[in-house]
């Protein structure tokens, strides 16, 4: 990938920074970004994770690894309050995930929210070189390209949103929105994870702002035109197919059959969040041994659900919630050799994640709504060709698009059509699993991690080159 065309170091924001792949601890994003960065030079800047009284102000702390300079700031516990767990996480994350219902709008997260974008602008512009081209990750940051301009920077920004883009109808409860979309038209590519999110973007800028849709890539308003596009985000395929067939993996996936005691076990992996649709799943599996009492003592729900953003009220609620729901459908139908639901709320090694998908029957990923859902297609890498499992995918993940000719595709909010899903999977002939298997696993290794980023990049860099230039 490395042309004359793709010359200038990378430098990317984002909320966390690294670890960079050779930690062994990256998930697919940081090994799809530490290679893009490794290949080109750069630097990778974002938050600490730490409060400091000076915020972000406060001196770098800068981290080297070959080219490749990972750089991080504080912020004060104030900023953190309104910016991360108020503006970005209260406000635009239910109302991105279409849940107005759970969105919270305060002018003084919307004051820390501009603020932030600003200040990290600010920052980043101290590390920048002429020939820098910048990549922006995620909906903490949709003004930082705009701030970045105002610094005088004008080298290339791009900028990826990893969660939904919701229907202009809803974006545009927003207070500010429109003043959010024309700060985000400063970002010279957007890239969306599907071509629903990419539309949905494209629609407010024509119907809210009177803009103009270009062509099938570009929308203009105003004196810019920038690219929008859809870039499905992967998974690095080989490397987690890798992890399931370790001895350590395979180690845990023997100790697991010889608990499941011919048991099959259904298996959900999702950070503990409203969006993944987590107590719906159980009302479908509370559904499954209602409807079909044959799985009764057969069959076992293990939800693991690393626990996030714990100091909101709304993510407090949904723990408790799924706490009772569990503890009702054990308490109905669990024996002394059974229980029917697990939940953990604690984080796995990525390792033993892939082990347990390898040694689950089915996985069950039905989010209400989701960017795309890196779980889905993790299960997908982990399984065993000889004797694969059976991935039941909502259709409101991103993954959906992919995914839908080899998933049992379901509407997560009817628990009857989970559960009639559910009790296909358990009954599948293993012929039927392995076609439906190989038809998933092509797209998962086709479009990776590593892949994702460099299709990103090489239109960003071609946009500096002047092959897609912008100009009106
Ligand atoms: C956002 C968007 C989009 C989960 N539990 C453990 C663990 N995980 C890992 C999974 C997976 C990742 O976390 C979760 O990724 P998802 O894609 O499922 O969801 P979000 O965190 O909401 O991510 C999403 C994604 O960004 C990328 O663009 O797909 O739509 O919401 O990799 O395996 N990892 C470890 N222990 C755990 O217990 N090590």
Redesign the pocket.
Known sequence: MDTNKEKGRLVVLSNRVGPLSDSGKA???AVGLGDALRRRGGIWFGWSGKTSEQGTFSAFDRETEGDVELVRVDMTEQENTDFYGGYANTTLWPLMHYRLDLAGFERRFEAAYRHINQRMAARLSTLLEEDDVVWVHDYHYLLVGHELRETGFKGPIGFFL??PFPPPEIFAALPNANSIVRGMVDYDVIGF?TERDCRNFCRYITDELGGEQVDEARVRLGDRTIIAKAYP?G?DAEGFEKLARSADALALRKKLYTMLEGRHQVVG???L?Y?KGIPERLRAFDELLQTYPENRGKVTLLQ?A?LSRAELESYRDLRRELEELAGHINGAFGTLEWTPIRIMT?????RA?AGICRASRVGLVTPLR??????AK?YVAAQDPENPGVLVLSRFA?AARELQAGALMVNPHDPGDVAGALQTAVTMPLAERQRRFETMREPVFRTTAQSWCADFLAELYAFRAGDRSGAA
């Open positions: 998930g697919g994003l990893h969660i994870q985000i998974i992996v999702d950070r969040d969006s693991i690393p604690r984080g796995f090694t990525r994640l989701d960017g795309m859902n890196l779980v993790e991103g």
